[in-house]
């Protein structure tokens, strides 16, 4: 048996999130449909590397899988994309250890979140207009503060998986855009819904005296109700996965 990855990118806008579901349109579930056609095997099984939600976007979705067959892995992209619908594509395929696993080999992933400085009917399958303008310098001063490792309990939304609290965050930034700013985050895991709720609690301390003291308030605090609103999904994208010795 073989272990090969794939870098997958799409449009979250009409899937039901990553995991497979028994009705609903996923992106593993399309993914993995099409693998099974392509290498004729009907236990293709896909391990992504984050499982994102309905409406979440990504550009560097990593997932793994064993096969028994000898098709190269180069010749994966072009044959599995022509039978995924336009809004979801394989970008790269490498042939890895036995033992490489998409999620749990992962060292870390980076995640964007794209806010807008004004209401479009195009953009908005992409990014968030949130009812008020806020300061992109507050923002950056509200998020920089949780660079470093700490409990992130404070972030993590009701129904996820169990995980250990404790996220080791390497970069937390806000750069001002062409359409608004943009948030640029990178850790060693999140906890469900946890960007996501950085955001809405940014944006609701980013005005304030001392954002980044009050940022350090809520997360010391541990307890969700003290954090912002959890941010609508369509801003948010998965960039990339990284692993031992660079991203896949």
Not at 6 to 22: K, P, S
Not at 89 to 114: I, K, L, M, W
Not at 165 to 183: D, K, M, Q, T
Not at 210 to 225: F, K, N, T, W
């Amino acid at each position: 048996m073989r272990t090969l990855s794939l870098v997958i990118a799409y449009d979250g806008t009409e899937f039901h999130g990553w995991q497979v579901q028994d009705g609903p349109r996923t992106v593993q579930g399309e993914v993995q449909a099409a693998l099974r056609i392509v290498l004729d095997e009907a236990d293709v099984a896909l391990e992504g590397a984050g499982r994102t939600d309905a409406g979440v976007h990504a550009r560097g979705q990593v997932a793994s899988f064993r096969t028994r067959a000898n098709l190269p892995a180069r010749a994966l992209p072009p044959l599995v994309n022509r039978r995924l619908a336009a809004d979801v594509r394989v970008r790269g395929a490498d042939e890895r250890a036995p033992d490489f696993s998409a999620r749990r080999s992962a060292r870390a992933r980076r995640y964007s979140y794209q806010l807008l400085d004004r209401d479009d009917v195009l953009l908005g399958r992409y990014g968030w207009h949130p009812p008020r303008a806020v300061p992109c310098d507050g923002l950056e001063r509200a998020t920089r503060v949780l660079e470093g490792e700490h409990d992130c309990s404070a972030f993590r939304s009701a129904g996820g998986s169990p995980t250990r609290p404790e996220c080791r965050i390497l970069r937390a930034r806000w750069a001002s855009g062409a359409y608004g700013p943009r948030l640029d985050i990178i850790a060693d895991h999140f906890l469900y819904h946890m960007v996501r709720t950085v955001v809405g609690t940014a944006l609701a301390l980013a005005d304030g005296p001392d954002p980044g003291a009050a940022m350090s308030a809520v997360l010391g605090s541990r307890e969700r109700r003290r954090a912002g609103v959890t941010a609508p999904p369509q801003g948010l994208c998965l960039e990339e996965v990284f692993y031992e010795g660079g991203t896949a």
